[in-house]
């Protein structure tokens, strides 16, 4: 009924998976050793100085943010990755049938009832304090 699997495995059988990884840290210090020989070595004040891109920072960089620029920002992520399970579903409509179908209906009236929760609560109202 069930076959028997052999799981007697020999030092011999990981030496593949032993020389892939000795050769790709090999690689990466080769590279590392490589660009730190080969590269210029120019030295200067500017060179030496941290970089800084953008507006010049005005005041203190502990000013408070609004809290609801992160809840916006949480219920993104939130709901995105709750879109991201219709796919496979997608994928798979026909092979599902009615089970799925159902399945995916009830999962997005959860999804709905959610956000119908978090448009009553106003919390992705900007103008208006709550």
Known sequence: MFLAVSTNYQPQDFLPIIV???????????????????????KSVVK?????????SVGNARTPISVKYFLTAILFVLFDVEVIFMYPWA????????????????????????????????????????
């Open 91 to 130: 994928v798979n409509f026909r092979a599902l049938g009615t089970e799925g179908f159902i399945q995916m209906i009830v999962f997005l009236a959860l999804l709905m009832a959610g956000f119908a929760y978090v448009i009553k609560k106003g919390v992705l109202r900007w103008n208006e304090a709550r």
């Open 48 to 56: 030496d100085e941290a970089f800084e891109c953008g507006i010049e």
């Open 20 to 42: 892939q990884f000795v050769l790709a840290i090999a690689f990466v210090a080769f590279a590392m050793v490589v660009s730190h020989l080969v590269g210029p070595r120019r």
